[in-house]
């Protein structure tokens, strides 16, 4: 399923995004020269995987007859010292970009639901493409 997004900068650093049925903005932060009118760039993927792993542990439950009380998803960004990353390949140096999630997730479960449900947190499609990396190909078109 092909997806596309339109950006436009309206200004500064303002931008309005669409897909052509829904329209949101992006800024940057009033400390970086933006007008704070919206989510910054990262924000914005943050709350793209926080929506897909909310979206995706909702249809889990729904498909198995599972009684969700809530879900809270909650995505962290930061650039770490490859040194600091227990999970990190040997090989690693330099920065790195780092995201932490914390997944909170109320109802009653067994035992095996609460395993399986835990194992599809992380299974949202948005999480495994960013996981497993993306290619781009880019066309710059300066006129």
């Not at 979206?55 to 007859?65: D, E, H, Q």
Request: with cysteine.
């Amino acid at each position: 399923m092909a997806t596309t997004i339109t950006a436009d900068l309206v200004g500064g650093t303002n931008v309005n995004i669409t897909n052509g049925r829904h329209v949101w903005v992006a800024d940057e932060p009033t400390e970086l020269s933006g007008t704070d009118l919206g989510p910054n760039p990262y924000e914005l993927l943050l709350g793209s995987v926080a929506a897909c792993t909310a979206i995706t542990i909702s249809f889990y439950a729904k498909r198995k007859g599972i009684v969700l009380d809530s879900v809270s998803v909650e995505y962290s960004y930061d650039r770490i010292h490859a040194d600091d990353c227990a999970d990190c390949e040997d090989d690693a140096a330099g920065m790195l970009d780092h995201v932490t999630s914390q997944v909170y997730i109320e109802g009653t479960f067994t035992d095996d639901q609460r395993k399986r449900i835990g194992d599809i947190a992380k299974r949202c499609p948005v999480h495994r493409t960013l996981a497993s990396g993306i290619h781009f190909s880019d066309n710059v078109h300066v006129g």
